[in-house]
Every structure is written in structure tokens, then in C-alpha cells.
């Protein structure tokens, strides 16, 4: 079993899709699973670490022990995160949208026959971890961000790194034949402040443990 090295500490980490209504029946989303974000809620968990847990609309179960918040949208899930602060770090795997429809019809847009389809306004949707990491009072400590990248992985998660104001993003390849959005398995390059550090492909559950593990370390000195 994990030794309980996070005991005592407050952790909110963000999973999923989002989804933004276009009218009441549909929606733009994504295809991420949440299964990287559960295990790692999970693998925190049994660290002794008290876990929010905001949710996009996934097929999982929460992790035992786990305070699951589930949202729809990314406003919402901007609004459930400011709300569960304080926290001691934060972790944001959640695939978020980055666009929502600027107005969503409140009632369902209806096909007409002959008639052109609807076009649909695009609004920017907030940066949740650029929200949280952004300096001020109610920062947590340590602020890991995800970024799925293809081709020139390291360099654009370095720079998106210090943009977003993270301290660790967790890069992973999600170009074509890579498997790992939807899969169970992830390759995973940390980057720090310190540099880069290539983990070997291993499961979602073993990449939480490790970071998990990674975490309590860094939370330990205070
Ligand atoms: O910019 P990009 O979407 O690649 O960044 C990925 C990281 O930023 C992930 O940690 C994701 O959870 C977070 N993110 C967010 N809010 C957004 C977009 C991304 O929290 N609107």
C-alpha cells in the first residue's frame, strides 16, 4: 500500500471532456475519457490527500474516498474549481473545450427542409489552469498542467509551461498511432522548471502513482 504521505492535504484535479451546448440536445465535447484524471484523484487518495474531484461527463465510477463535483461546461468547471480552493496543488487533466457557442438556442434548432445549415458563433471558453496558476493568494503550491501534443512535444510544453504559469506539465503524444487518448496506456515527458524527464509507455495507473508519489515528495518540506 501507498504510505500516506499526503495526509492532510487539500488536492483539486480536474478530468474529462467539457460539453457546450448548442441547444438543449446537443453539444460540442471531446473524446477524453477521464481515466488519466480518475487514476490519479484515485492514486492521491490513498496518498492520505483529501481530492476533489471536477468532473466532465465521463463513463467512470469516482475513486473511493473521492469528493466528485461533475459539470457540464467549462464555465462550470472554472466556477467549481475557485470554489473548491484552497488546495495545496492542483492538477488539471480535463480536456477542456476550447470553444463553447457564443449564444446557445434555448430551444432546439429545427432542420428545414431546403434551407442552408444553421451557422454556429464561436466564444473562447477560460483557461481553467491558467486561472488557478496565475499568482496571487489563493495559489496552490504546485499547479500540474497536461498538455497532448503532436510533433515538437517537449519545446511546445515548455513554453506552454511558462504561459500558463504551471509549475510541471505532463506532456504525452497524442499524434496518430499513438493510442493514448481513449487508451489505457501513456508516455510521458515532466517538464520543470528543472527540464525534461522522458518516462517510459506504462499504464494511466502507473504515470498517477508515479506522479503521485512525485507530488508528496514535493509537498513534503512545510
Ligand atoms: O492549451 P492546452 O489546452 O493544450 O493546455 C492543456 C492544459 O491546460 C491541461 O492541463 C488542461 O487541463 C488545461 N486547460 C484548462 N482550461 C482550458 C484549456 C486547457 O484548464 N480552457
Known amino acids: 500500500a501507498a504510505p500516506p504521505d499526503l495526509a492532510g492535504r487539500h488536492v483539486l ?11 438543449p440536445v446537443r453539444f460540442l465535447g471531446n473524446r477524453s475519457s477521464g481515466r488519466q484524471g480518475y487514476a490519479i484523484a484515485g492514486a492521491l487518495a490513498r496518498r492520505g490527500a483529501r481530492v476533489t474531484l471536477v468532473s466532465g461527463p465521463v ?62 458563433a464561436l466564444t473562447l471558453n477560460p483557461d481553467i489552469l491558467a486561472t488557478i496558476a496565475a499568482p496571487g493568494p489563493s495559489r496552490p503550491r504546485l499547479v500540474v498542467g497536461f498538455a497532448a501534443e503532436t510533433g515538437d512535444l517537449r519545446e511546445t510544453a515548455a513554453a506552454k509551461r511558462l504561459r500558463k504559469r504551471c509549475d510541471w506539465i505532463l506532456a504525452n503524444e497524442v499524434g496518430a498511432g499513438s493510442d493514448v487518448m481513449g487508451g489505457t496506456d501513456n508516455e510521458i515527458h ?33
Do not use: F
Open 13 to 23: 484535479v480536474t478530468a474529462g471532456p467539457t460539453h457546450e451546448p448548442i441547444d
Open 59 to 120: 463513463a467512470l465510477i469516482a475513486p473511493p474516498a473521492v469528493d466528485l463535483v461533475p459539470v457540464q461546461t467549462a464555465e462550470d468547471m472554472l466556477r467549481a474549481c475557485l470554489a473548491a480552493l484552497p488546495a495545496d496543488a492542483a492538477v488539471m487533466t480535463a480536456a477542456v473545450a476550447d470553444w463553447r457557442a457564443a449564444s446557445p438556442n434555448v430551444l432546439k434548432i429545427r432542420k428545414v427542409p431546403g434551407a442552408p445549415p444553421p451557422a454556429i
Open 190 to 222: 515532466l517538464i520543470t522548471e528543472a527540464g525534461t524527464e522522458d518516462w517510459p509507455r506504462m499504464p494511466k495507473d502507473a504515470v498517477a502513482e508515479k506522479l503521485a508519489a512525485r507530488m508528496a515528495v514535493e509537498l513534503a518540506d512545510r
